[in-house]
């Protein structure tokens, strides 16, 4: 691992919920493994009056950590705050005292790593801030790491990028998906990349068909201002699903370094067609959820959350049936689905391959043979799962399912938190497991018809699945038309 060199980490957004619920958690449990360098600070920037002393004492309760744990009392030393509001000129001056500060007493050498951990509406307002107020020049490095999301569309994603280039070259820009730092996720690479016995069976030859299902039994909890204009789609699609997409179905990279692997994801999201209009109706189906029941327990419909319009058109769940058209996949389609208010959390990427091609058993047997399955369990009880047909002990010759199984929890080594793994890329200038603008771009550019189609034809009946259901039906009409079911459940 790259050893890590002195620097400031600015927090825009830093009485945020961000910050609170993932960040300063992240920071923690990295001082705790000591992988933080000697020379470090945090300084946190947001609208909110707040003394350094306030702004401690905030995280100290938001972490929940003794504040007697030495890892926390070093950490605590080195955290800052400074109030302003975003991009304004004289907030940004005083921001830039304040950090020339902080560099020259604790020697940073003017390295620092801006974070966007804001809503996205100030992000325009910020990078034009930073830019105007000089704070992208220093005589060390200069990185920034922007949240999600990432634009709205094609177009809104387009304009961030070149605004972002203004200020930073593209190496420098860190664009965040924290499914790509959970641990699961890279063992898709291992899996696949790691083993011989995987790869030359991941084909259209012996690969039915794939399938990637996100789902959550949470609703959208007080998030309803954001997710009232974002939905399922934007809100999972674009990223999550397709970084969990592009991992599953790539080429080989030639080296683990940030371009190739980078290069490979891109080139599966170009393989894939965007929808014509019609298409979309045939491929796409969304849904809401009405109230319903989770865990026993009553839950209310989506329009009736905090700060969602009572009328909502806004999807809540998204399933859609796509092709990569490529050598490798040509004819191969992958379901993906992913919704809230779902029976259950489960997030799963399952390759069913393709049935035996000759019978042996006799008829009674033959009928119960079932394709292999391979489950990536990306979370909860991270593992990996091999479905194989094996003999009934006994003087017949029965033959049943059984799992080859791995979990995580076997290892009994806790997982860490996909943000310590992004925060300590970004620090040390690992840009492998964070998006490039081109692929954030293509994925709009697979997304965005979606959206026009269904803004531009009328919203189906909402809701259109109970809270605690598996979605509408017609999830389930898209795999049965193919002569297949949804495997996670
Ligand atoms: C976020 C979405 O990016 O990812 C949320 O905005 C979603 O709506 C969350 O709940 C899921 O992340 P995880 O790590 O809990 O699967």
Redesign the pocket.
Known sequence: MKELQPQLLVIFGASGDLMKRKLAPALFRLAEQGLLPERFSVLGFARTPMSDEEFRSMLENATEVNPKNDAWEWIRNRLFYCQGNYGDFTSMQQLRERIEEIDGKLKLEGNRLFYLATPPEVFDDLVVGIREGGLNKSQGWVRIVVE??FGNDLESAQHLNRLLWTAFDEQSIYRI???LG?ETVQNLLVLRFGNTIFEPLWNRGYVDHVQIT?A?S?G?GT?GR??DS?G?LR??VP??MFQLLTLTAMEPPISLDADSVRDEKLRVLKSIEPFEPEEVDENVVRGQYGSGEIDGQFVPAYRDEPYVNPNSTTETFVAMRLFVRNWRWEGVPFYLRTG?RLPK?V?EIQIQFRPVPHLLFPPETAGQLKPNLLTLR??PDEGIVLRVETKVIGMGMQVRSTPLDFYYSQLGTQIPD?YERLLLDAMRGDQTLFMRADEVETAWQIVTPILLRWRNSPAPQFPNYRAGTWGPKEADELLKRDGRKWLTH
């Open positions: 999600k999301p998906d924290h499914y959970k996100v959550e949470d959208i998030r954001y997710y974002a399922a809100d999972m990223n999550h809230k959390r997030t990306i979370q996909a």
